[in-house]
């Protein structure tokens, strides 16, 4: 309690008073409740543009034959041919109109 006008105790305490300040803020400025938010059901945009087109649907293909050498998972399949068969497509995405937009190589 007894001022002391030296540079030792006033960097001392600085470091107390440092010491003192929390080390994390509290909890609350982390949390925001927005159950309320959450709650609330929110309603489509009437100015949002409608789907056009067709539904796409899946095609299924004729079934593939038992071969014995075939890899344990669709990872090891696509890792053995990504190295036997460099630079071959594995995947192509197709417009609405049927042509080839995007093609996937393995390399």
Partial sequence: GVPVNSRVSSKIQQLL???KRPKRPPL???FVDDFEELLEVQQPDPN???PEG?????LKGEPLGVVTNW???LLAALQRWGTTQPKAPCL??????GK???TLTYG
């Fill in 71 to 73: 890899p344990p998972s």
């Fill in 28 to 30: 609350k400025e982390f």
């Fill in 100 to 102: 080839a937009v995007y």
């Fill in 48 to 50: 949002q543009p409608k």
């Fill in 17 to 19: 008073n440092t010491l």
């Fill in 92 to 97: 192509t995405a197709l417009d609405t109109t």
């Fill in 54 to 58: 067709n539904q796409m649907n899946v």
